[in-house]
């Protein structure tokens, strides 16, 4: 049987409009002869030459087989043209070895009368595969999800005590409660059932908190193909209100009445005097106790009696940036001069008990921290 070789430039011609040319491997780079010859099995299976070729089918327009010299694999291919659009595809259809010829050309004419009607077989191909991908994407379960959101998202994004934050609460409620429900199975009843079981274990504000952190879990979701878009159920929940609490203040007298029962509680209290000085600076800054611990001498001001936070929870310049009382001044002066930190002037975690201190005094109603805290530091120059 004859063979018939094209010319060279067709068949360049034909491997460019088919979208070969974007190949980058040795094999597109090296010549390709191009024939045309009826595909039979007793040829095909002895196939062998020292180039590459592309042998075009002479009874199904398109289908052509492509033999690379390198590896000697030969994969079958069939060319065509979308209707309405002009777009040339080259559709792969297999590879010698894995399928038969007759199931190579009865996909070829099945495509062929696809393609007749107007559809785009490999388009149509593509959307079912993103179909199942999405599908088994839907098919993950919140926790497992949840962590892989921790590693991506919160670990590249989010500071390390709000990633230790977010874990806590995942741990502690989201895991427990829908950690086992598939991601797909998170809709609006599911959402309002775990903002209820949490506002029962807990508050109408930790409940908040902790669907802020599955609000952005979702949305990171549907960015990321895991969930449909505008999916997310958390902003449609009924939420508890929350009462706000009177704000109190302490009156001039009654902070120096404070103060003075903190100097005799060095003397008299069975506290660590330690204790009564990271109290006084927690009061007398107005600053978060992670704040005072991490305090560096390079973000002290001493001459303009400022303290300048390089990093803080407001993100704003006046509330990174705050003014030093006298007694706050005072004590800047001696850490200064003997320690490297505030951290070894205290003493390991005398501001966190401090501070832990004050709130369990809040919570039993004796007074309020956060209150004693700003407006002890606004009037501190007084006392």
């Known amino acids: 049987m004859t063979i018939e070789q094209t010319s060279g430039s067709v068949c360049v011609e034909i491997l460019a409009g088919i979208g070969f040319q974007r190949k980058k491997d040795k094999a597109m780079t090296a010549k390709w002869k191009c024939y045309t010859r009826t595909f039979r099995d007793s040829w095909i299976r002895g196939l062998k030459s020292k180039d590459n070729l592309q042998i075009?089918?002479?009874?199904i327009s398109g289908l052509h087989l492509r033999f690379y010299s390198a590896t000697g694999k030969m994969v079958f291919y069939l060319a065509y043209t979308v209707?309405?659009?002009?777009?040339?595809?080259?559709?792969?259809?297999?590879?010698?070895?894995?399928?038969?010829?007759?199931?190579?050309?009865?996909r070829a004419i099945e495509i062929r009368q696809l393609i007749n009607t107007g559809r785009d077989p490999m388009e149509d191909q593509r959307q079912e595969r993103?179909?199942?991908?999405?599908?088994?994407?839907?098919?993950?379960?919140?926790?497992?999800l949840l962590e892989i959101y921790f590693e991506k998202y919160s670990r590249m994004h989010k500071a390390a005590a709000t990633q230790k934050t977010e874990r806590n609460k995942a741990n502690a409620y989201i895991n427990p409660i829908i950690g086992e429900l598939w991601i797909s199975e998170l809709d609006l009843p599911?959402?309002?059932?775990?903002?209820?079981?949490?506002s029962e274990q807990t508050s109408f504000t930790t409940a908040k908190?902790?669907?802020?952190?599955?609000?952005?879990?979702?949305?990171?979701c549907e960015l990321h193909n895991y969930r449909t878009l505008n999916s997310n159920p958390c902003a449609r929940v009924p939420k508890g209100k929350i009462q706000k609490k009177r704000v109190k203040t302490l009156s001039l007298d009654e902070y120096k009445r404070l103060f003075a029962a903190m100097d005799d509680g060095l003397a008299e209290s069975p506290y660590h005097p330690r204790m009564f000085r990271a109290l006084r600076v927690l009061m007398l800054t107005g600053f978060r106790s992670s704040e005072i611990t991490k305090l560096k001498k390079s973000e002290l001001d001493l001459d303009n009696s400022f303290i300048h936070l390089e990093k803080s929870k407001s993100n704003t310049l006046d509330a990174n940036s705050k003014p030093i009382a006298k007694p706050s001044k005072?004590?800047?002066?001696?850490?200064?001069?003997?320690?490297?930190?505030?951290?070894?002037?205290?003493?390991?975690?005398?501001?966190?008990?401090?501070?832990s201190w004050t709130c369990a005094k809040h919570t039993h109603g004796l007074w309020?921290?956060?209150?004693?805290?700003i407006c002890a530091s606004m009037i501190s120059d007084t006392l």
């Open 130 to 144: 993103r179909q199942t991908e999405k599908e088994n994407a839907s098919r993950i379960k919140v926790k497992d």
């Open 368 to 373: 309020n921290a956060q209150d004693c805290r």
């Open 330 to 355: 005072s004590f800047a002066s001696r850490w200064t001069k003997a320690h490297k930190t505030v951290n070894t002037y205290f003493r390991r975690h005398a501001i966190p008990q401090a501070h």
């Open 190 to 198: 599911a959402a309002i059932d775990f903002y209820n079981r949490v």
């Open 56 to 59: 075009n089918d002479t009874t």
């Open 209 to 220: 908190r902790v669907m802020q952190l599955l609000s952005a879990f979702l949305n990171w």
């Open 83 to 106: 209707r309405h659009t002009g777009i040339r595809r080259n559709m792969l259809l297999g590879r010698w070895g894995e399928y038969q010829l007759p199931q190579i050309r009865a």
